[in-house]
T-cell receptor, first 114, second 112 residues
Framework: GAGVSQTPSNKVTEKGKYVELRCDPI?????LYWYRQSLGQGPEFLIY????????DSGLPNDRFFAVRPEGSVSTLKIQRTERGDSAVYLC????????????FGEGSRLTVL | LAKTTQPISMDSYEGQEVNITCSHN???????ITWYQQFPSQGPRFIIQ???TKVTNEVASLFIPADRKSSTLSLPRVSLSDTAVYYC?????????????FGRGTSLIVHP
């Protein structure tokens, strides 16, 4: 596709449920980032992939959060046992370069945990 | 990691030039300065990147003084559609262990 695609655009779930958020990066982009953004705040880094491997997962808040990118393209962010505090917009970005290259963001997946 | 400081908010009027300054006193030798723009319900969008002096593109100009401890994003003749949040990021371009890190940004409101 022409840009970074994220699905679903909106997800409402109940506390304790499992959620998957998908990111389809720009074709050929090897670097992929996940960020989380709460209202009034800037995007907060979660995890960075270079190819298939998670090169830096230092931003994942706890072990309920996990992300994969098995074929070096599409990535899935997985959240187990969701909590109300997980409610936020989850942004995915891809880059043709490694760290520091221009980021191309998707429109985000808005997660609401009731 | 160089910390950045920028105003929380700014107001302007259509047709005016807007300058948003970002302070980054502990910028490292190989750090670049990058600005992103974010509209509501969208992801941030790259505006401009520079290392020193002045960079200009079709959207904005970036002024970086010789000591590189600050930078100024200049938006010429703003319109209502420039209302957005603007983020200043500082870090190594193209290598190293730099993860693009966003602060709270500057919320620019352009009035008619």
């Amino acid at each position: 596709g022409a840009g970074v695609s994220q699905t679903p655009s909106n997800k409402v779930t109940e506390k304790g449920k499992y959620v998957e958020l998908r990111c389809d990066p720009i074709s050929g982009h090897t670097a992929l980032y996940w960020y989380r953004q709460s209202l009034g705040q800037g995007p907060e880094f979660l995890i960075y992939f270079q190819g298939t491997g998670a090169a830096d997962d230092s931003g994942l808040p706890n072990d309920r959060f996990f992300a994969v990118r098995p074929e070096g393209s599409v990535s899935t962010l997985k959240i187990q046992r969701t909590e109300r505090g997980d409610s936020a917009v989850y942004l995915c970005a891809s880059s043709a370069q490694g760290l520091g290259g221009e980021l191309f963001f998707g429109e985000g997946s808005r997660l609401t945990v009731l | 990691l160089a910390k950045t400081t920028q105003p929380i908010s700014m107001d302007s009027y259509e047709g005016q030039e807007v300058n948003i300054t970002c302070s980054h006193n502990n910028i490292a030798t190989n750090d670049y300065i990058t600005w992103y723009q974010q509209f509501p319900s969208q992801g941030p969008r790259f505006i401009i990147q520079g290392y020193k002096t002045k960079v200009t593109n079709e959207v904005a100009s970036l002024f970086i003084p010789a000591d590189r401890k600050s930078s100024t994003l200049s938006l010429p003749r703003v319109s209502l559609s420039d209302t957005a949040v603007y983020y200043c990021l500082v870090g190594a371009g193209g290598g190293g262990s730099y993860i693009p890190t966003f602060g709270r940004g500057t919320s620019l409101i352009v009035h008619p």
